[in-house]
């Protein structure tokens, strides 16, 4: 299994970014996927899954209505739409898979897969 990000960077706030994850390594179209991040001088918390099956859920109240995650199975690549980006949205953001469904519902930040993460900077 093999998961690249790309995408972070610099952003000022009311910016957007698009993080991309490229998956290798495992049947990707029946894979559920997911984002997490890292607040600096915080744990690891969820951000959003999308299912297998295409259904989405945003792990942080912070980030429902700013952000959105898609899928293209064609390209075995997840994506993460970020708009008016805040400076607490400052993370590493990381792409994760083999994971339980009902540990994003929880907030439990376990994955069997992750990628080596992007760093998101928001600031002025």
């Known amino acids: 299994v093999q998961l690249v990000e790309s995408g972070g960077g610099l952003v000022q706030p009311g910016g957007s970014l698009r993080l991309s994850c490229a998956a290798s390594g495992f049947i990707f179209s029946t894979t559920d996927m997911g984002w997490a991040r890292r607040v600096p001088g915080k744990g690891l918390e969820w951000v959003s899954a999308i299912y297998s099956d295409g259904s989405t859920y945003y792990g942080a109240d912070s980030v429902k209505g700013r952000f959105t995650i898609s899928r293209d199975n064609a390209k075995n690549t997840v994506y993460l739409q970020m708009n008016s980006l805040k400076p607490e949205d400052t993370a590493v953001y990381y792409c994760?898979?083999?994971?339980?469904?009902?540990?994003?519902?929880?907030?439990?930040?376990?994955?069997?897969?992750w990628g080596q993460g992007t760093q998101v900077i928001v600031s002025s």
């Open positions: 994760a898979t083999d994971f339980r469904r009902g540990h994003v519902l929880n907030g439990t930040v376990r994955a069997g897969s």
